[in-house]
T-cell receptor, first 116, second 113 residues
Framework: GAVVSQHPSRVICKSGTSVKIECRSL??????MFWYRQFPKKSLMLMAT?????????EQGVEKDKFLINHASLTLSTLTVTSAHPEDSSFYIC????????????FGSGTRLTVV | AQSVTQLDSHVSVSEGTPVLLRCNYS??????LFWYVQHPNKGLQLLLK??????LVKGINGFEAEFKKSETSFHLTKPSAHMSDAAEYFC???????????FGAGTTVTVRA
């Protein structure tokens, strides 16, 4: 149990276009979902926390107009990178939790975004 | 505030020998502690978690970790390394009612044949 599906696993887009990444909890309802960014050979950096039906809470320094997060249901959160630029190229990972004490956090398999 | 320090950025072991990955944490409240493993270009997989129950936690693939409050440590061990254990390992902490996770910088494990 506790599977999180992230799609796409890899995407290449042109500079100036927008890209949407989906994160789905397949077998549980996720009260909270998180979006992380990971640079090569680095740790994960939390970008934002989203709760179903409410606005995402962004970490300091993360542009909310550039990284749009929607958590429309208890099983789906999306991250849209708007007007992407090469510096947005990175590995993006989502995670979801329903009850961290008993179930912890489940991570998606990540999305490699390359902006050319 | 919570934080995690992984004391080794890189650990190299021979196959069949023990693995020790060191992690120290700082937390104002009773923390929840996790170890995750990440293989190249993959997401994170939970190895084990501590949430104020038994201080010796057994995880998947033969890994275990011991929570030592007096030393503020949560070191990860495995008695016998396997080639498939080569990966990046993250020690992670969360505290109180805050759902946010704080990640250590990661430890890269290489396993020599």
């Amino acid at each position: 149990g506790a599977v999180v599906s992230q799609h796409p696993s890899r995407v290449i887009c042109k500079s100036g276009t927008s890209v949407k990444i989906e994160c789905r909890s397949l077998d549980f309802q996720a009260t909270t979902m998180f979006w992380y960014r990971q640079f090569p050979k680095k740790s994960l950096m939390l970008m934002a926390t989203s709760n179903e039906g409410s606005k995402a809470t962004y970490e300091q320094g993360v542009e909310k107009d550039k990284f749009l997060i929607n958590h429309a249901s208890l099983t789906l959160s999306t991250l849209t990178v708007t007007s992407a630029h090469p510096e947005d190229s990175s590995f993006y990972i989502c995670s979801a939790t329903r009850d961290r004490y008993n179930y912890g956090y489940t991570f998606g398999s990540g999305t490699r975004l390359t902006v050319v | 505030a919570q934080s995690v320090t992984q004391l080794d950025s890189h650990v190299s072991v021979s196959e069949g020998t023990p693995v020790l990955l060191r992690c120290n944490y700082s937390s104002s409240y009773s923390p929840s502690l996790f170890w995750y493993v990440q293989h190249p270009n993959k997401g994170l997989q939970l190895l084990l978690k501590y949430t104020s129950a038994a201080t010796l936690v057994k995880g998947i693939n033969g890994f275990e970790a011991e929570f030592k409050k007096s030393e503020t440590s949560f070191h990860l061990t495995k008695p016998s390394a396997h080639m498939s254990d080569a990966a990046e390992y993250f020690c992670v902490v969360s505290e109180g009612d805050d759902y946010k996770l704080s990640f250590g910088a990661g430890t890269t494990v290489t396993v020599r044949a």
